[in-house]
Each structure stands twice: as structure tokens, then as C-alpha cells.
């Protein structure tokens, strides 16, 4: 899944930042595939585990870019 929107919005992994609430499909995903990852804990059915990055915010997503 992550490979086809890569390929359909025309980017490369490495420039790619994805947002999701879920630890393994939302982070561990994309990070697989080179992508960089945070957990929108707002969402979040768990918390992430330590070392996963987090933001408990849309409005903290700037500072990452």
C-alpha cells in the first residue's frame, strides 16, 4: 500500500513523511520502506513505545518538516 501512493504521487521514500495512529501498520510500514514516521497519539488506541516518535498534534507536524 505505501509503495503504490509513493508511486502515485510521484516521491521518493526518503522525502516522504507519514502520519498514522497505529505503531505496526503506521510506523513500521513506511519505515520499512525508507519512509520517515510518526504516531499521531491524539488517535492512538495504545501509546507508541519508547523510541517511536510521537506528536500529540496535527499543529506539531511543522517542527518535523
Known sequence: MYQAA??????DP???LFVG???REDYEGPRSLGMRAVVL???ADEP???G???IASLTEL???L
Open 52 to 54: 517511536v516518535p510521537s
Open 62 to 64: 511543522e517542527s518535523l
Open 21 to 23: 495512529d497505529r505503531v
Open 48 to 50: 507508541p513505545s519508547d
Open 14 to 16: 526518503a522525502r516522504t
Open 41 to 43: 497519539t491524539a488517535h
Open 6 to 11: 509513493l508511486a502515485a504521487i510521484g516521491t
